[in-house]
């Protein structure tokens, strides 16, 4: 409503458990919808009895949110037995879900199936984000917050929406994320603060612009679907998934925060504590940056990552000129609210000549969207130069 949408609520009969009709019909755009046929009190359009056909045809947008694993089940399966469901049938229109359930159940292969199936019918996946559930548990399945969902709404049906601008349309592009984990016995790692969010934010932009996207990731949150998932764990894996895929990319973006370094023999077995304190050799990781610029091909883009605590603009030009890549990103991980383990991001883009672009506090979402509008530019200036070259 506030982003001057026209808001039909449709509620199912468990939805009213938690939060009352006549709420969601004073906050939206017309009375909440919460029953299939006419009940004599107003419930339906008295446009028209069919109101889920009504609904269905006019909506621009379909957004669940919260979408059940039960809600998930009865729309993979073509149930139509009540308001919500049969309006999601009667629709041509995107449908967005937003599914939102404890740890367990979203990692039981029925639910991951459903949404398969769903994403395969072109259905729009939000994942859940990963924090305080009911009954005081803490895991994956809590509902995404309100601003990536408003945000992929806007890429949907928003003026200047992302899915509008297909300047990537053809653009392979590979993407790491997430933190690595290196093995000290089979119960503890080496591993970093990273969540993995700026890197699976670059892979859905990427991927509503019209790019073909694989991202390696050492992340559990998901991703949409679309795209290409390699999941890894640890640094050697990680370079193993990234050198096998590079060569087919026009864009490689390094945003995982990959382990510096590794126990150089990890244990077979639990160390214990009755066997007093271990000494724990470290050796360093392959520097997967390096060998992806070392066997680049022509016309590759490589963008890469930088966290710094200090001298940032500094270290991070350093970074770039010393790897040879194209795009540097770097950003200050000590500013609140910023870097590792947040929904936002504050970053500088570093290019050959120095800053090329400011990235004040944004979600992780907008700060991917400004790191591949520079991409972009990049890449349109390649083919300018080749399209030139040719000509001559």
Not at 61 to 88: E, F, I, K, Q, S
Not at 123 to 149: H, Y
Not at 181 to 195: C, L
Not at 333 to 354: E, K, M, Q, R, Y
Request: hydrophobic share 45%; net charge negative; proline share 5%.
């Amino acid at each position: 409503m506030d982003n001057g949408y026209f808001v039909t609520p449709v509620l199912t009969h468990s939805a009213t458990r938690f939060v009352g009709a006549a709420t969601f019909s004073a906050l939206a755009s017309e009375p909440a919808r919460t029953k299939l046929f006419d009940d004599s009190r107003g419930n339906t359009s008295a446009l028209t009895p069919i109101v889920h056909t009504r609904l269905g045809q006019e909506a621009d947008l379909v957004l669940v949110a919260p979408a059940t694993a039960h809600l998930l089940a009865r729309y993979a399966t073509g149930m139509a037995d009540d308001l919500l469901t049969t309006t999601l049938l009667a629709t041509r229109s995107p449908v967005i879900v937003c599914p939102a359930m404890h740890s367990e159940m979203w990692d039981h292969p029925a639910v991951q199936e459903n949404l398969s199936i769903l994403a395969s019918r072109g259905v729009i996946v939000v994942p859940p984000a990963e924090g305080r559930l009911a009954g005081g548990d803490v895991g994956m399945g809590r509902l995404a917050d309100i601003e990536a969902i408003l945000e992929r709404v806007e890429d949907v049906v928003g003026s200047g929406a992302a899915s509008t601008r297909r300047e990537l349309s053809g653009v392979r592009v590979l993407v790491s994320a997430g933190g690595t984990r290196e093995p000290i016995d089979p119960v503890r790692f080496i591993s970093n603060r990273s969540s993995g969010k700026q890197g699976h934010a670059l892979a859905e932009e990427a991927y509503l612009r019209g790019a073909e996207v694989t991202l390696v990731t050492a992340s559990r949150l998901g991703a949409t679907e679309g795209v290409k998932v390699v999941p890894v764990e640890t640094a050697s894996e990680m370079e193993e998934a990234m050198m096998k895929e590079a060569p087919m990319a026009d864009v490689v973006i390094m945003a995982a925060a990959v382990a510096d370094f590794r126990v150089k023999t990890p244990r077979g077995e639990k160390i214990k504590r009755s066997d007093g304190t271990p000494e724990i050799l470290l050796e360093p990781t392959p520097d997967i940056l390096a060998k992806l610029v070392k066997c680049r091909r022509s016309g590759q883009v490589l963008v890469g990552f930088a966290a710094e605590t200090s001298d940032v603009i500094e270290r991070g030009h350093e970074k770039l000129v010393r790897k040879g890549v194209d795009i540097l990103v770097v950003n200050d991980v000590s500013t609140p609210g910023a870097g590792f383990d947040h929904d936002t991001n504050a970053v500088s883009i570093l290019g050959p000549g120095g800053v090329v672009h400011e990235v004040a506090l944004a979600t992780k979402r907008r700060v991917a969207g400004v790191i591949l509008d520079r991409i972009a530019l990049e890449l349109n200036k390649r083919s300018k130069t080749m399209e030139k070259e040719a000509s001559s």
